[in-house]
């Protein structure tokens, strides 16, 4: 009898953090200090290094990232299996004339968001979302924020999923062409040659073919 029931109960879905800043000033606050900030440039001329970032502009920095985690909250975006995440995206059918992808983007994001994702707060547990914070967190969303969790989901559902394993187990056992492709050194010739289809036999002159026949006789 096989092991796969047991290595099966070990099956992890994915997750994804998403942090959101409650104090939007204290971004621009950080972004200030590092456009002010002189940072050591990775060139090879020493004459054009600047010079690294002083103690003090470190310690402003430090401080102003300490101040961003502490008005911060944290989304853990969930994956789920795939036939919950295709009723989702059936419950949210495309704007005819508006949407080119196969689903409303304007409301599904957020449908997934609240059904698999959960609060973390600062000791790193998990709550339940209640409709009422949903309905809060969505009115306050900017765009970017959105587009952020948008990316979430569609990480810990597609992204994720879609990487072949199989690639790094037999990395040893492939080779890459010069456009970086992949390609298995067994396999790396054309299949049309490999099969003998297009391989036309040499054509032989005719002075060849008169030189020949002079000779048997």
Known sequence: MSNLSSRLEE?????????????????????AVLRSTPRRQDVQDDRMVTPAPSEEDQQRLAE??????????????HGVDRVTYNKWLLACPPRKGVDAVG????????????????????????????????TTIDKRLSDGEHDRIAKAVTHVNRAVGLVDVSFFGNASEMTRDSFGISASRETSGSPRVASGAGNQKKSTSKTQTAKGDASSE
Not at 111 to 126: I, L, T
């Open 64 to 77: 102003v990232e300490r101040q961003i985690q502490d008005a911060s909250i944290t989304l853990r975006i």
């Open 103 to 134: 689903f409303n983007s304007t409301t599904f994001y957020m449908h997934a968001a609240k059904n698999s994702a959960v609060y973390v707060d600062e000791d790193g547990a998990e709550h339940e979302i209640s409709p009422e914070e949903w």
């Open 11 to 31: 099956w992890k879905a994915p997750q994804k953090d998403v942090s959101i800043c409650l104090d939007p000033e204290l971004l621009e606050a950080r972004e």
